[in-house]
């Protein structure tokens, strides 16, 4: 068996080995090729001090469009694909994260990891690929070439609760379980799964982390730093600024509107009708029903980092700010829930509470939440969900067959790992 896999840092390498491991434990007299190549240094480094296949791809491949500039160059100027890919599309997601970025660059890097990565699937004939997440240049293309050459490719991510995403269609609003009806045949007499609690999680060395901080930032702005890494890895680490005071109790019906990472990919490509946070802010406040109180909470990791321009409309106009209170009682206390994507929209749902999703989320089933269709139905969505009551059957329907098919015991950074044993033998039976 011959396995291509592509990673980001080291937490998620030593995943990908427990996989090869678990792969090698169940068929011991098979030979097992297992070969990861990994967009942040840290993951590199821990795969190659364990004497494992490792391979910093956007070096390499960065390498390769500085040796070949002169031919790419002629390409661009050219032709829109290259072996039939349309490389340009391939840099959107980078463009949209920094428009510093020379697109150019950019697009050269496109280039020189087509010729790299075809040669991979050539050279090694792989029967798989493995991919975290669905977005980021070499990845994406990755990918589109596995899909060409028909080699079967398949998705994980950290889900919610102590779970792993597995699917072959992809993660977030590209997955799967958005095109599974409710009512189908496997939900009809479905096993039954709780939700599972959290696990003791691993820790990883700091060291790991603080090389990629240091080569971020020693390098980001120079020629010699690949051009598909840069300014990826920048959201959890922006100047905290001092929020402003507001007042947390009120008489009037709370709605609570949860913020989420800034510039990933579920604002970039799955974000149909908000490009920023005070975009939606300004949005939900201004559509709010009367007699109601907006309240928005932050994400744990970007508490007081989000634009300046989010907290001047705060200030402006009130809007309070509870990072303080258990994200249970939040929920269980607000009279609805808005959401653009975040997977704390999946917990309210499971907390059957009335959600509004503004954007795509792999939950965004109509059987258990109210969904935003055009940006001008705001206004009447937010008054339908006031007196919208969820059916908790359906939610228990959507529960279940959310865990039958994409979801996997076991998160990705847990210190003893199970997803592993999972996605290796599904491998082995799908052989």
Same mark, same amino acid.
């Given at each position: 068996?011959?396995?291509?896999?592509?990673?980001?840092?080291?937490?998620? #390498?030593?995943?990908?080995? %427990?996989?090869?491991? =678990?792969?090698? &434990?169940?068929?011991?007299?098979e030979?097992?090729? +297992? /070969?990861m190549?990994?967009?942040?240094?840290?993951?590199?480094l821990?795969?190659?001090?364990?004497?494992?296949?490792?391979?910093?791809?956007?070096?390499?491949?960065?390498?390769?469009?500085?040796?070949?500039?002169?031919?790419?160059?002629?390409?661009?100027s050219?032709?829109?694909?290259?072996?039939?890919?349309k490389f340009?599309?391939?840099?959107?997601?980078?463009?949209a994260?920094?428009? #510093?970025?020379?697109?150019? %660059?950019?697009?050269? =890097?496109?280039? &020189?990891?087509?010729?790299?990565?075809?040669?991979? +699937? /050539?050279?090694?004939?792989?029967?798989?690929?493995?991919?975290?997440?669905?977005?980021?240049?070499?990845i994406?293309?990755a990918?589109?070439?596995?899909?060409?050459?028909?080699?079967?490719?398949?998705?994980?991510e950290?889900?919610?609760?102590?779970?792993?995403?597995?699917?072959?269609?992809?993660?977030?609003a590209?997955?799967?379980?958005?095109?599974?009806?409710l009512?189908?045949?496997?939900?009809?007499?479905?096993?039954?799964?709780?939700v =599972?609690?959290?696990?003791?999680?691993?820790?990883?060395?700091?060291?790991?982390?603080?090389?990629?901080?240091?080569?971020?930032?020693?390098?980001?702005?120079?020629?010699?730093?690949?051009?598909?890494?840069?300014?990826?890895?920048?959201?959890?680490?922006?100047?905290?600024?001092?929020?402003?005071?507001?007042?947390?109790?009120?008489?009037?019906?709370?709605?609570?509107?949860?913020?989420?990472?800034?510039l990933?990919?579920n604002?970039?490509?799955?974000?149909?009708?908000?490009?920023?946070?005070?975009?939606?802010?300004?949005?939900?406040y201004?559509?709010?029903?009367?007699?109601t109180?907006?309240?928005?909470?932050?994400?744990?990791?970007?508490?007081g980092?989000?634009?300046?321009?989010l907290?001047?409309?705060?200030?402006?106009?009130?809007?309070?700010?509870?990072?303080?209170?258990?994200l249970?009682s939040?929920?269980?206390?607000?009279?609805?829930?808005?959401?653009?994507n975040?997977?704390?929209?999946?917990?309210?749902?499971?907390?059957?509470?009335?959600?509004?999703?503004?954007?795509?989320?792999?939950y965004?089933?109509?059987?258990?939440?109210?969904k935003?269709?055009?940006?001008?139905?705001?206004?009447?969505?937010?008054?339908?969900?006031?007196?919208?009551?969820?059916?908790p059957?359906?939610?228990?329907?959507?529960?279940?067959?959310l865990?039958?098919?994409?979801?996997?015991?076991g998160?990705?950074?847990?210190?003893?790992?199970?997803?592993?044993?999972?996605?290796?033998?599904?491998?082995?039976?799908?052989?």
């Amino acid at each position: 068996m011959k396995v291509i896999s592509f990673s980001t840092f080291d937490k998620y #390498s030593r995943f990908y080995l %427990d996989i090869e491991k =678990q792969l090698k &434990a169940n068929r011991p007299s098979e030979t097992v090729n +297992f /070969k990861m190549y990994s967009i942040y240094f840290s993951g590199f480094l821990y795969a190659l001090l364990r004497l494992k296949h490792s391979n910093w791809i956007p070096v390499t491949s960065w390498f390769n469009a500085l040796k070949h500039r002169q031919k790419y160059l002629n390409l661009l100027s050219s032709t829109e694909t290259y072996k039939g890919l349309k490389f340009k599309d391939f840099c959107k997601f980078h463009v949209a994260l920094n428009k #510093s970025t020379s697109q150019q %660059d950019l697009q050269l =890097q496109a280039l &020189a990891y087509i010729d790299l990565i075809d040669n991979i +699937f /050539k050279t090694e004939q792989p029967d798989y690929l493995i991919c975290l997440g669905d977005s980021r240049m070499s990845i994406e293309i990755a990918i589109a070439l596995a899909q060409l050459k028909q080699i079967k490719v398949f998705y994980i991510e950290q889900g919610p609760f102590n779970t792993t995403f597995f699917d072959y269609k992809g993660v977030n609003a590209n997955i799967s379980f958005r095109e599974l009806a409710l009512n189908s045949e496997n939900t009809k007499t479905p096993k039954k799964t709780e939700v =599972q609690q959290a696990s003791k999680k691993y820790r990883r060395s700091p060291i790991y982390r603080a090389l990629d901080m240091a080569l971020m930032y020693s390098l980001q702005k120079t020629k010699i730093y690949p051009p598909d890494v840069k300014y990826t890895d920048l959201n959890s680490y922006r100047a905290k600024r001092k929020n402003p005071d507001t007042t947390l109790h009120t008489e009037k019906p709370m709605v609570l509107l949860i913020l989420q990472v800034p510039l990933d990919v579920n604002m970039i490509y799955h974000s149909p009708h908000f490009k920023s946070h005070t975009e939606i802010v300004s949005s939900v406040y201004a559509a709010l029903p009367k007699n109601t109180d907006l309240v928005i909470r932050e994400h744990p990791l970007f508490v007081g980092k989000y634009e300046a321009s989010l907290y001047q409309l705060v200030k402006d106009h009130h809007i309070r700010i509870d990072n303080i209170s258990p994200l249970k009682s939040s929920i269980e206390s607000s009279k609805f829930v808005v959401v653009n994507n975040s997977t704390v929209g999946l917990e309210a749902i499971l907390y059957d509470k009335t959600v509004v999703v503004l954007g795509n989320a792999f939950y965004d089933n109509s059987e258990v939440c109210l969904k935003l269709k055009e940006k001008t139905a705001l206004v009447e969505l937010l008054e339908k969900a006031m007196n919208h009551k969820p059916d908790p059957l359906k939610i228990d329907t959507f529960k279940t067959a959310l865990y039958n098919s994409v979801l996997l015991q076991g998160g990705i950074t847990d210190q003893h790992l199970k997803s592993t044993k999972t996605i290796a033998q599904h491998l082995l039976n799908d052989k």
